[in-house]
């Protein structure tokens, strides 16, 4: 059984950085499209970055792009999102997602496994 476990959030300043891990267990995480998407009550899940099985591709959405980064190691199971330069805007509940094979998905529909999140708050 396929799950997934991110740890990392917390409450931080404008312009701190923290760093997200998502942890995947009951399989190779080789085998997975990996996805960090973040969400606020009331409104629609987000994708804020995807990366493919091997980390040779990446996507960022437009709002993060420059300021955050997405890695993996599939070695040790593992998914980070490097965020820098935060801004209060960036407050949202954090969640990884893994889907089995190739591509870069970038839908929430199209993954498979969720985390159960990790709250991000940034004040001003």
């Known amino acids: 059984q396929v799950q997934l476990m991110e740890s990392g959030g917390g409450s931080m300043q404008a312009g701190g950085s923290l760093q997200l891990n998502c942890t995947l267990s009951g399989s190779r995480l080789v085998d997975y499209a990996l996805g960090w998407f973040r969400q606020s009550t009331g409104k629609e899940r987000e994708v804020v970055a995807a990366?493919?099985?091997?980390?040779?591709?990446?996507y960022y959405a437009d709002s993060v792009k420059g300021r955050f980064t997405i890695s993996r190691d599939n070695a040790k199971n593992a998914a980070y999102l490097q965020m820098n330069s935060l801004k209060p805007e960036d407050t949202d509940e954090y969640f990884c997602?893994?889907?089995?094979?190739?591509?870069?998905?970038?839908?929430?529909?199209?993954?498979?496994?969720w985390g159960q999140g990790t709250r991000v708050t940034i004040s001003s």
């Open positions: 990366i493919n099985y091997n980390g040779g591709r990446v």
């Open positions: 997602a893994a889907v089995y094979g190739g591509g870069l998905p970038r839908i929430p529909s199209q993954y498979a496994f």
